[in-house]
């Protein structure tokens, strides 16, 4: 990976994980937790591809198998995080935009819910049955509704911070192209506003005006 992929990844994954602890941890929401680790990887994968979202998986959550106050096996959920940055990473578009929120939804849902299997098959392999006692029926269903309604906050800041870093020239287009691409694939991907679109068909209106403009000055000097 390349330094200042590295360098962003870490910086993001930290913030995440002490937001992770310090915060959502402590809401006592009923059920799950919301996972801020997990939305993070989950938008380094979707730019950086499957390579890049396996190894911030794994860093990220070996991380948070070694912090306060993890009560499980290091490695546990390093495991988890690198399987679902994989995975996560395949389903990166390939001409990098997002031009609709049903496709990183989509993402942010499964993933969810599988990191949440995932986690639990693991532990069942080890001897943690945990979340047996908790109900896994409870515990996929409020992980995948909180990470829903934090993802739209979440992931696409951290694509457009992603793309920056990376010079990407999806970045370098200016921030109206960026705004299309992103938060109005996640914000209004359901409404079917296309922005861009919207952008096309006042340049067309404008060209149009000019060119009757100049017809009408034509016809006058005529006269």
């Known amino acids: 990976m390349r330094v200042n992929r590295i360098l962003l990844s870490a910086a993001l994954v930290v913030v995440a994980l002490v937001i992770q602890v310090s915060v959502l941890a402590r809401l006592h929401l009923p059920g799950a937790v919301p996972d801020l680790l997990l939305l993070t990887v989950l938008g380094l994968a979707l730019v950086y591809g499957h390579t890049g979202g396996a190894l911030i998986g794994f860093g990220a959550g070996l991380l948070a198998d070694l912090a306060p106050p993890a009560d499980h096996a290091a490695g546990r959920y390093a495991l988890v995080l690198c399987v679902i940055g994989y995975l996560a990473g395949l389903a990166k578009p390939e001409t990098g935009r997002l ?25 069942a392999l080890v001897g943690d049955t945990a979340a047996r006692h908790v109900g896994l029926g409870g515990l996929l269903f409020t992980s995948a509704l ?23 020239p999806l970045a370098e287009t200016g ?39 100049a017809g009408r000055i034509k016809g006058v000097k005529r006269l």
Do not use: C
């Open 99 to 123: 031009k609709s929120a049903t496709g990183p939804m989509a993402v942010v849902v499964v993933a969810a819910l599988g990191s949440t299997l995932l986690y639990a098959g693991v532990g």
């Open 146 to 168: 909180y990470d829903l309604l934090l993802a739209p906050f979440v992931v696409p800041g951290i694509m457009a911070l992603a793309r920056r870093a990376e010079n990407d």
């Open 175 to 213: 921030a109206g192209a960026q705004g299309t691409d992103i938060s109005s694939g996640w914000l209004s991907g359901g409404t079917g506003l296309r922005i861009g679109e919207q952008k096309n068909g006042l340049r067309v209106k404008a060209a149009r005006a000019r060119v009757a403009r």
